[in-house]
């Protein structure tokens, strides 16, 4: 009896005990085969991250190799709002490091999400700052911050980048898609208190952004900033442009414009950040002669010995009388263009006729974008013969009644300095990644044959004498031969030409007998002084010298390496 | 012996668990020690990026004539003429030397040539050998 009672406690227990056993086995069997994959599932998305990789962007350099923008590390600043405790001190705080206003903090802090930023690349003494605050709920995160060393050097040209690193304007936005580069990805571990530990084999590197070689040269850009700058500040003018170019091939050595702006700092008024060069057109004066004369030549209606009566300063057209600004009696095709007279100049264009003229000033590259690769261009103005009224052919011949912009003046001077052809400008020399391979090469571009050699050799004699002995004389270098040309034109206010607004411009090249280099120097309402003689000219001079000589010097360096 | 059995195989699995789950803590610290080093790494690639961020903008000639301009320095290109290449002066000099010293060598030899031939059979020491 009492061993069969203990039979049966025996065979309870082991029985209990192999149902447990079984139950789990059931239980083991079940997470096994039928929730395997819900469990990997949500094993892998508390332990595995993704993290994009963000690629380098691509940095612009000047023909050179010298750097003109840059890549820095820079940390953005993000809060957990729910692991924040004393937000009212930590916005003080803040406030006091970050410059913010105290209420957009908090209001930022209050929200009810699992991540905000606060801040976006802050400086490194800022992120020092923060980290001794010691709070919790606060992070960075490293982001890549687009710099400038030159600061307001080639600024127009270059443009600058919003907060996530895409282009805004200049270059930076014309070619944002080589630049930009593409982001990659990688699958990470991290540990229980989600601290990264070790990737995975997903892996995709990002492909770092292409850069760009510039024909910009940073000491020419230097250099006729420099000047421009000088002249802009003395004339107390309301804007300045400079043009430095190669008129044999078209490329652009230097732009710049005033007022100007730092493109590190992101306040800026949308007024200095305009890239006036292109986007600007004005009436040009009297350097549109240039295309009258050259059209006579070319069509032989004059030589440079005919004599033309210019009425002592008063001649009707139409309804109006033109004026020189000084009086002239007879003058020959030569003395027209280096006295600037606007009377000879009309008659030589009623001798043309106005379709010519028409013809040549389209054939300059008036009244069309050149197709430089920067956004906003404009393409001026140039109405057809067909809509000119009786005075337009005493207007349009010296510069007025038609629009241009600075960059179609270096196109036009750059004609005269290469021998007659036009040249489409550019400004990006290369495309190379990052090992230096070259993605994309530009090569000069010819777009056609405006003039003859002779008419351009003519032309090219003309203007030498306008610097040698007529209105350009501010001009003329000690040991360069130059040619050029001066302008001043009124502005127009309230549909009527302003005897106070002004353009001054100057436009020329050297040295005579081998172009190196085209300028054109416009300054746009100058106080006081306002001649294109005397307010550009100037200007054109001490670049035209430094340039040179910088080239002289920079070529005499290159052939004594490789002597 | 089954029990042996037994328990000499439960013994060989446990170890191998236990080798299997000590590899992976290693794995695990080694990774821990590699993060720090990447976030090391970075540092030092972040600084070396703010050195030559601050190089470039010092040199900047825009940068350099602001900090100038408090007092009016006028900004001229030298002449060519004025430039001297020390780089290559300093090559240029060095192969000078050695080239001067491969000449005085020469003349060196070129003259204890002549001396052991002077030596040997000039009318002096001709003299001394008849004499001895």
Redesign the interface.
Known sequence: MYIRKHHFRFYAVVFSFLAFLFLLVLRLFFIQCFRSDYLTELAEKQHNFYTELEPVRGTIFDRDL??LS????ADSLYAVPSEIEDKIYLADELEAILGLEKDFLLNRLRRKKSFIWLARKVS?QQVEDINELDVKGLGFI?ESKR?Y?????ASHVLGFVGLDNNGLEGLELKYDKYLKGEPGWCESIK?AKQ????MSDKFIPPRDGYDLVLTID??IQ??A??ELDKAYRKSKAVGAIIVVMNPQTGAILAMANRPTFDPNDKAVESEARRNRAITDYFEPGSVFKIVTASAALEENAVSEEDKFFCENGKYKVGNHILRDHKPHGWLSFTEVISESSNIGVTKIAQLLGAETVYKYAKLFGFNSFTGIELPGEVKGVLRPPKTWSKTSIGAIPIGQEVCVTAIQLANMISIIANGGVLYKPYIVGKIVDKTGEIINEFAPKKLRRVISQETSRRMKNILAQVVAEGTGRRANLANFRVAGKTGTAQKVENGRYSNSKFIATFLGFAPLDNPRIAVVVIVDEPKGTHYGGTVSAPVFKKVVN?VL??L??SR??EM??ER | MKISRIISVILLVTCCSLFYVCQQTQIVKLSYKKQEKLRLSRQLLDQNMFLRYNLMSLASSGNLTKHLSTFEANYEIPHFSQIIDLRDANAKRKLELTSLSRQRAQELSVKNRQSIFLSLFSPKSQAQAQTK
Do not use: M, T
């Not at chain 1, 060393?149 to 050097?153: G, K, S």
């Open positions: 010298k750097s840059y890549n820095i590390a490194r490293r710099c060393p030159n600061n307001e050097l540990d601290r990264p530990l070790f940073q000491e230097f250099i900033e420099y430094k000589k910088y002289q010097v005499g360096i004594a390496r």
